[in-house]
């Protein structure tokens, strides 16, 4: 029986740099912090993302790298606090399924989030669908298009 444990991420954010964070929650403009993963330590920005679920208790991040991050295989990664599903696997479920359908979807993985060593919760971290999403599936460069609020509508038929 294999045993699989989840990684925890500390994340480290001055004073200054939580102040600035929580006193506005649309700012896009990422908090230089630092993440530690087991003995290493990377240097990050962070700030929330999202666009209603910003409001929620339990906030969403975008991880940015500011260049390609061996480790993380990304520039920049996403955390979603699955605050809406109370089970925390719908999402990573749907992603998975959607893999093994052949259908693009980006990568993800459960972790375990801490701020300045305070538990935050389990979290699904989410490979960013960028350029390189697109390189890593030896895909051509084009049109990444995504839902920025809940009124968005790819369907072919417009109502």
């Known amino acids: 029986m294999q045993h699989h444990t989840i990684p925890k991420y500390n994340i480290m954010i001055g004073h200054e740099g939580l102040e600035k964070l929580q006193s506005n929650i649309w700012n896009e403009e990422p908090v230089p912090s ?3 993963v087991g003995n290493d330590s990377y ?9 209603h679920i910003r409001k929620f208790r339990k906030k969403s991040y975008r991880m940015e790298f500011g260049e390609y991050n061996d480790y993380f295989e990304a520039r920049e990664v996403h955390l979603n606090a699955e605050y809406c599903d109370p089970s925390l696997i719908r999402n990573k479920l749907a992603l998975d399924f959607f893999q093994i359908l052949g259908i693009l979807s980006p990568k993800s993985k459960h972790v375990f989030i801490e701020i300045n060593g305070n538990p935050m919760g389990i979290y699904l ?3 960013s669908v960028d350029d390189l ?6 895909l051509e460069e084009g049109a990444i298009y995504y839902a920025d609020d809940y009124h968005a509508n790819f369907s072919l038929l417009t109502p």
């Open 125 to 127: 971290q989410l490979e």
């Open 43 to 51: 240097d990050i920005g962070i700030t929330y993302r999202g666009n």
């Open 133 to 138: 999403f697109l390189c890593k599936r030896q």
């Open 34 to 36: 630092k993440l530690e």
